[in-house]
């Protein structure tokens, strides 16, 4: 039995490392992310910001999901970047997209980027979302 629990439960505390720091998962050590540009409305075959995301210094970014929309579908093009790698480019998709990381970890000062553009320079409207939260 755990020394304060007489009925024998275990207590779990969920904790991060911050630039060599144990940081308890706590509110008061949390801050949420909801990052995004709102509608952007395009005819460019370059690449405009939805969203974008750089991981305060001194704190731990967990990355939950990034949600991408477009009207029409069909002349809209996606790009991600995490940490300065393009994960994906040029990809087309049709319906609106949830995509989930499972909290993935990210250090300090990386950047998170969500872009989209036309790609017939016909109008389209583009909207993205980055979700996640800082630790530290």
Do not use: C
């Not at 990355?63 to 940490?83: K, M, N, W």
């Amino acid at each position: 039995m755990g020394r304060y629990h007489p009925d024998g439960t275990l207590r779990t505390i969920r904790a991060e490392v911050v630039a060599s720091l144990v940081v308890p998962e706590t509110a008061a050590n949390e801050t949420p992310i909801s990052k995004t540009e709102g509608k952007v409305t395009t005819t460019s075959s370059s690449y405009q910001t939805l969203a974008s995301w750089t991981v305060t210094a001194a704190r731990n970014g967990v990355l939950y999901g990034v949600e991408l929309y477009a009207v029409p579908y069909a002349t809209a093009l996606f790009q991600l970047t995490i940490g300065g790698v393009v994960q994906w480019t040029g990809i087309e998709f049709p319906t609106g997209l949830n995509m989930i990381f499972s909290e993935a970890r990210l250090v300090a000062g990386t950047v998170v980027l969500v872009e989209g553009k036309s790609s017939d320079a016909s109008s389209v409207d583009l909207w993205g979302h980055i979700e996640g939260k800082e630790v530290g």
